[in-house]
């Protein structure tokens, strides 16, 4: 089984973040990667058990089904149903923590899953970087566009 696991301080409170993040179907309004999301059988983007149905970028196209959502825990996790790629028991966790000083957010995203083993090292790869590092990167930029009068 692999294990990624990356982390980030964000610089917005963490109610503010959670507000962003625990929407199971926001992650289009944020994350480069992926074009559009649409919850399946008109359940809401919070009610444990939904699936989101999302369309990537370059036009794959992915389900994940929301196994936890916990505002106490400020968590949620997630397992991939259906994806274009070798992720195979594909689970991952978010989960944010608050950072007293200066009132910040920590981010924890980590996943297991399995793979081709050949593609271990590329499954990796996407994971870590291209999925949750850029959604870091995006996630900063959300916030800095809602500080200077855009969405957010």
């Known amino acids: 089984m692999i294990r990624v696991e990356r982390s980030t301080v964000l610089e917005v409170p963490l109610d503010r ?3 962003v993040l625990r929407d199971f179907n926001g992650h289009d309004r944020w994350h480069p990667s992926v074009a559009e999301s649409v ?3 008109g359940r809401t983007a919070d009610e444990v058990g939904c699936v989101r149905r999302f369309r990537l970028a370059d036009g794959a196209e992915l389900r994940e089904r929301l196994l936890t959502l916990s ?10 149903l259906d994806t274009p790629v070798p992720l195979f028991n594909y689970v991952a966790h978010v989960q944010l923590l ?5 009132d910040r957010t920590f981010w924890r995203w980590q996943s297991r899953f399995t793979t081709l083993p050949d593609a271990e090292e590329d499954m990796r790869r ?5 999925i ?3 959604g870091f990167a ?3 930029r959300h916030f ?7 969405e957010g």
């Not at 608050?98 to 200066?102: A, H, K, L, Y």
């Open 17 to 19: 973040a959670w507000a």
């Open 132 to 134: 949750y590092e850029a």
């Open 138 to 140: 995006a996630i900063r």
């Open 98 to 102: 608050p950072v007293t000083d200066g």
């Open 39 to 41: 919850i399946e059988q």
């Open 126 to 130: 996407l994971v870590g970087e291209r």
């Open 71 to 80: 505002d106490l825990e400020t968590s949620f996790a997630y397992c991939l």
């Open 144 to 150: 800095e566009t809602a500080a200077t009068g855009g």
